[in-house]
């Protein structure tokens, strides 16, 4: 039986009313302009025992401050204020005003192009930075709060998004210059999306500060010293058996979105756009394949800008570059002749596409905006975008056998590990985690590496939602607490991404509560069957109400959509109460069979502990006759921790989920580890799947006994028959 109170959260997520729109409800809360206090910058703590990872920023500050007030760098008067986001020129990383809707991975841009990183030193992926005469002010979301606290010294005020009372950047703003006559704040305008701008001039439309668009990097011109350079790795084509369309069919189903919406031409600045229009992947963002390039189309011209060095003799001809010019076929120009073309070729134009937000995609930057005459501006959200999210039946495929070889990697990774801890013989510390787990990853075949930086806290840093270990920071793995995993794969059929928890001794009750807790809420929401026309958004209620219950939640949303051999954070899907529930024309936030998402609730107990679990879902018919209504399949087939599970929290739906989930992983997973002779994870995988009543109770060591009758005479039945065929066939190819 439902209860009271989940109905009517449910009520209030099928009207679409929000429960909360980061603090500001009918009740006004008083803005706090100072930030929150930081560790170890009060008092006689303000020089000691400050954290191992802290960076002093000082110099780069001072530096900064300088060029601000010099003419010739900022080509105008002097500036005010400052703004240093997060971003690189095509609007690589997760705005931080969807910051909460995405979960835990990260979305970095190249290291060459961390001019946040470099100024402040703190390593999140969402953050946004504003420098004055006096101050140094960060804005980060939940994912981050701890970290940002520990990275940024004390040079710094930190604004921890999405809680109660903290202003948003525009209001800091007016409450700092409300006295001033005039101030006068700077930003690149080719690292800030156009919508940004245009909502920060409506923000500030009263006020007497006055946006200033400085065209010459500030940060460019102070990190001359120990700054990496931008790779020129070549591009590569993706073969049709991969994408299971071509990159012609995929332009004409563009142009015929183009002409019904009366558009002369398409400017394409996302990189994942391009690389999924084109069927062609590179080397230009961390774990993102994609290639550092423009894309104008017209119903008469492909013009990718791009540099030269990077396309191989392989793609001008995948591409047809020879002697281009026709329609078909793709013109290859300079990389930074956007800027000129953009200005000549509009006076030809009547109506030019730029691409506007859409879920985690920023839209065009606001150099691009101003580079097209308003009066032929159609800002709408990219038609790629909705494209893609439909994946074809090659594409489907594919990331079905990904995630299943990356099943194998778990499975044989966690089995090698969990063998050490038992016996004492290696003490792991977290960064051997991520190598280790990541070495497991790069031997499966179609691997093209990882598809964010592998995530892997224990203990403390387990509650910290996206810490990323490193050699200053790295703790040593034990017994008394949990391990949280967030990984994936990069493959050439499909993106994956997995996140579970583990404990290698005796869990706490709390622990374990905590666990079941999210487990639950992972199975509400993956056993979710529901109409074609629910939004997105409204599903997340299903994921929390387990936790809800109890008083907890978490700060980040509970699923994003997922790319093929793409982004790990694919627009438009996002799974979070939080967003805003007004629809953007042109970006559906309605699912539908071919789209992939992840399921990831999460506990997160600060300075103790964290858990979170994730599978990534294929939303697919439900099959019910004579209706329209989805349901999910999970893609993700990597056992639970059967340890952290109290079992008599789950209820038989549960139980019953739990049971054909693990059977899935037996029956897919099982016989693809045994192709590959990896007995021990076999048997690890085999031990962590085991059947359980749906009803009763359960004996405790029913998961950490040696056998189960009935699962053993199936695997031994699977092994024999398996090492029988290999002689087979051994002796077959010695006889031919």
Not at 108 to 125: A, C, I, K, N, Q
Not at 319 to 339: M, P
Not at 413 to 435: C, G, P, T, Y
Not at 695 to 706: A, S
Request: hydrophobic share 35%; aromatic share 10%.
């Amino acid at each position: 039986m439902i209860n009271s109170e989940r109905w009517i959260h449910l009520i209030i997520f099928v009207l679409g009313v929000p429960l909360n729109q980061g603090g500001h409800g009918i009740a006004q809360v008083a803005l706090n302009y100072n930030g929150t206090p930081r560790t170890t910058c009060q008092g006689s703590g303000r020089n000691n025992s400050k954290p191992i990872d802290r960076y002093d920023s000082s110099i780069m500050l001072r530096q900064l401050r300088s060029e601000m007030i010099r003419m010739t760098s900022v080509q105008d008067k002097p500036l005010d204020g400052y703004i240093v986001p997060s971003n690189d020129d095509h609007q690589s990383s997760i705005p931080l005003s969807h910051a909460r809707k995405g979960p835990s991975e990260s979305e970095t841009v190249l290291p060459h192009y961390m001019r946040r990183e470099f100024l402040t030193g703190f390593r999140g992926s969402a953050g946004e930075a504003l420098v004055t005469a006096n101050k140094a002010i960060l804005w980060t979301d939940g994912r981050y709060h701890i970290q940002a606290d520990h990275q940024l010294d004390c040079n710094w005020i930190l604004m921890k998004y999405g809680d109660e009372g903290v202003p948003s950047m525009t209001q800091w703003l007016k409450q700092e210059f409300q006295n001033n006559s005039e101030a006068r704040i700077g930003a690149d305008p080719k690292l800030i999306p156009a919508k940004t701008w245009i909502d920060w001039e409506k923000e500030l439309g009263e006020s007497s500060i006055h946006l200033v668009a400085v065209h010459k990097n500030l940060i460019d011109i102070i990190w001359q010293v120990n700054r990496t350079s931008d790779i020129t790795h070549p591009a590569y084509k993706l073969k049709n058996e991969f994408s299971g369309k071509s990159w012609q069919e995929k332009i004409h189903q563009v142009r015929c979105l183009m002409e019904n919406a009366s558009a002369d031409a398409l400017v394409i600045t996302a990189l994942d756009d391009i690389a999924w229009l084109l069927n062609i992947r590179g080397w230009d963002l961390p774990n993102t394949p994609v290639l550092r390039a423009y894309v104008v189309l017209t119903p008469q011209a492909i013009l990718l800008y791009t540099d030269r060095k990077k396309i191989k003799r392989s793609v001008d001809l995948h591409l047809k570059t020879d002697g281009c010019y026709y329609a078909d076929c793709v013109r290859i120009v300079n990389y930074s002749e956007i800027w000129n073309d953009l200005r000549t070729l509009s006076q030809s134009w009547t109506k030019v596409w730029l691409p506007a937000p859409c879920g985690y995609a920023q839209g065009v930057s606001r150099q691009i905006y101003v580079s097209i005459p308003p009066s032929k501006h159609l800002f709408k959200p990219s038609p790629i975008i909705a494209l893609r999210a439909v994946k074809n039946d090659i594409e489907k495929n594919g990331m079905r056998q990904a995630h299943i070889r990356d099943a194998i990697v778990m499975c044989d990774f966690l089995a090698d590990m969990e063998f050490q801890m038992s016996i004492n013989r290696k003490e792991w510390d977290e960064m051997q985690v991520v190598r280790a787990i990541n070495g497991f990853r790069f031997e499966m075949d179609y691997n093209q590496g990882i598809a964010f930086p592998t995530i892997v806290g224990y203990g403390a840093h387990g509650a910290q939602p996206h810490y990323e270990p490193t050699e200053r920071t790295s703790a040593l793995i034990g017994k008394d607490s949990t391990l949280v995993i967030d990984s994936g794969g990069q493959y050439f059929d499909g993106t994956t991404d997995v996140t579970r928890t583990f404990h290698f001794g005796e869990p706490t009750e709390e622990q374990k509560r905590a666990y079941t807790r999210v487990l639950i809420g992972s199975i509400q929401l993956a056993s979710m069957v529901f109409p074609a026309d629910l939004r997105a958004d409204q599903l997340d209620v299903f994921a929390r109400e387990p936790l809800w219950k109890a008083g907890y939640d978490y700060m980040h949303g509970t699923g994003h959509g997922i790319g093929h051999f793409l982004s790990v954070h694919e627009s438009p899907i996002s799974v979070s109460y939080i967003q805003n529930t007004t629809v953007t024309p042109g970006c559906s936030t309605r699912l539908q069979p071919g789209n992939f998402l992840s399921n990831e609730p999460g506990y997160y107990k600060n300075g103790k502990f964290g858990i979170r679990l994730e599978n990534v879902l294929e939303v697919v018919d439900a099959e019910i006759k004579n209706t329209k209504l989805l349901k999910f399949r999970d893609v993700t087939l990597v056992p639970y921790e059967p340890k952290l599970i109290d079992l008599s929290m789950l209820n038989r739906s549960h139980r019953r989920w739990l049971n054909n989930y693990n059977r899935r992983i037996r029956e897919e997973v099982g016989p693809e580890i045994l192709k590959k002779y990896k007995m021990e994870a076999y048997q690890w995988m085999e031990k962590r799947t085991r059947s359980i009543p749906e009803e009763g109770e359960v004996d405790v060591d029913y998961f950490t006994g040696d056998s189960n009758p009935i699962l053993s005479k199936t695997s031994h039945l699977l092994i024999i028959l398996v090492i029988f065929f290999h002689i087979w066939h051994v002796a077959y190819m010695i006889c031919s």
